[in-house]
C-alpha cells in the first residue's frame, strides 16, 4: 500500500563504490524528485523528472545521475561515492509541478559513506 | 536572503497550548504553500497545503497564508505530546514550477 518507497532504507559503502537508489511511486502521479537532506536537516532539491523528461537539474556533481525508465520508477546512481556524499536521500511525487497540488515523500535512504 | 526563513526554535508548550509556527518567503509571486512534520529518522509528511490568502482549517490544524507580508504560520491547537517534531514550511515560486523551498525547520516540544 506505500505510496511512495524507496529501496535500500539505509546504504552503507565504501568511498570510491558505485550504488544506486530505486523509488516506485503507486499513486499515478507523473512527476518525481530527488531531494537530498544534510547532517543539519536541511531538504534540497537535486532532480525532478515530468512524464520521464528531466525538467530539474539543480547543481549537483555529475557523479549524480538519474534515470526514469518509466512515470512510476525514478532511481538515482552515484559514482564514485565520496565522504561528502552521506546523507539522507528522499525521492517525492506529485501530480502536476506543484501549482496547487502536493508532493508526497518516500521514507528516505540513509547512506553512509565510510 | 534565503528563499524560504523560519524560526529554527526550539519551540516548546504545554500540552492543551496552542502552538505557532511562522515562515516568510522571499519570491513575492509565489504560488504554493505547505506545512510538512518531520519525526526524527523520518520522512516528511504533508500536513497542510494553502494556495490562497487567508485561513484554512483542518482539525486541530490551521494554516493563514498572507501574499501581500509574504507571510505563511500553521497554528497547532490543543498540542499533543504526539505533535512534538520538526515542522519544515515549503515554498513554490511562480518561475519555477516544480521546484520546493524549504525552510531549515522549527522543532517542537510538547510537554505533558
Known amino acids: 500500500d506505500t505510496a511512495v518507497s524507496q529501496t535500500p532504507k539505509y546504504l552503507v559503502t565504501q568511498m570510491g563504490n558505485d550504488k544506486s537508489i530505486k523509488c516506485e511511486q503507486n499513486?499515478?502521479?507523473?512527476?518525481m524528485y530527488w531531494y537530498k537532506q544534510d547532517s543539519k536537516k536541511f531538504l534540497k532539491i537535486m532532480f525532478s523528472y515530468n512524464n520521464k523528461e528531466l525538467i530539474i537539474n539543480e547543481t549537483v556533481p555529475n557523479r549524480f545521475s538519474p534515470k526514469s525508465p518509466d512515470k512510476a520508477h525514478l532511481n538515482l546512481h552515484i559514482n564514485s561515492l565520496e565522504l561528502g556524499d552521506s546523507a539522507v536521500y528522499f525521492c517525492a511525487s506529485s501530480q502536476g509541478l506543484l501549482l496547487k497540488t502536493e508532493a508526497f515523500f518516500g521514507q528516505g535512504t540513509r547512506l553512509t559513506v565510510v | 536572503q534565503k528563499e524560504v526563513e523560519q524560526n529554527s526554535g526550539p519551540l516548546s508548550v504545554p500540552e492543551g497550548a496552542i502552538a505557532s509556527l511562522n515562515c516568510t518567503y522571499s519570491?513575492?509571486?509565489?504560488?504554493?504553500f505547505f506545512w510538512y512534520r518531520q519525526y526524527s529518522g523520518k520522512s516528511p509528511e504533508l500536513i497542510m497545503s494553502?494556495?490562497?490568502?487567508g485561513d484554512k482549517e483542518d482539525g486541530r490544524f490551521t494554516a493563514q497564508l498572507n501574499k501581500a507580508s509574504q507571510y505563511v504560520s500553521l497554528l497547532i491547537r490543543d498540542s499533543q505530546p504526539s505533535d512534538s517534531a520538526t515542522y519544515l514550511c515549503a515554498v513554490v515560486r511562480g518561475s519555477t514550477l516544480g521546484r520546493l523551498y524549504f525552510g531549515r525547520g522549527t522543532q517542537l516540544t510538547v510537554w505533558p
Open positions: 519570491d513575492r509571486v509565489s504560488q504554493s
Open positions: 499513486l499515478g502521479h507523473d512527476t
Open positions: 494553502i494556495y490562497s490568502n
